[in-house]
């Protein structure tokens, strides 16, 4: 079983620690935008996910792309900061119960061509701006990403 997100749930757990993570807006020269669908729930989503000590958010999340969907990519801008108390995620092997911190940037492709990790993502595509309303995703990433479409994506990140 994979985690479990609760957002605006009476019933999630009280959170035990907060968890930094970083996730990609990345669009393409057709104005598609890059998605990755989770293996343990179906949902779809930015590529993204924890920064690990030692490395700057940035850097987290050059790396997670790579890693979930194949592409290199290159942060351009801030797209948003959410720290919504209320946006709980359980791993249920360990226990956690960790509060996201998750910082967004927009990035652009650099090099290769989505495809799932084979583990945790199950598949990654390019996805027009029009069908993003029809794919399953999680509100908090919705959000995330609606907001993140409506802003202009100026490179100025260096």
Known sequence: ?????????????????????????????????????????????????????????????????????????????????????????VDPATGEARQQFAVCFHALPVAGEPRADGGEISEAAWVPADRLDQLPMHPAMRRRLAHAIAAPNHPDIG
């Open 1 to 89: 079983m994979g985690r479990v997100q609760y957002y605006h749930d009476p019933a999630a757990p009280a959170p035990d620690r907060i968890a930094p993570s970083a996730f990609a807006v990345v669009r393409d020269d057709a104005d598609r935008v890059l998605l990755v669908r989770r293996a343990d729930d179906g949902r779809w989503e930015l590529p993204g996910g924890r920064v690990e000590l030692g490395e700057s958010a940035v850097e987290a999340v050059e790396r997670e792309a790579a890693e979930e969907s194949g592409l290199i990519v290159k942060v351009t801008t801030l797209a948003g900061v959410y720290t919504d108390p209320a946006h709980v995620i």
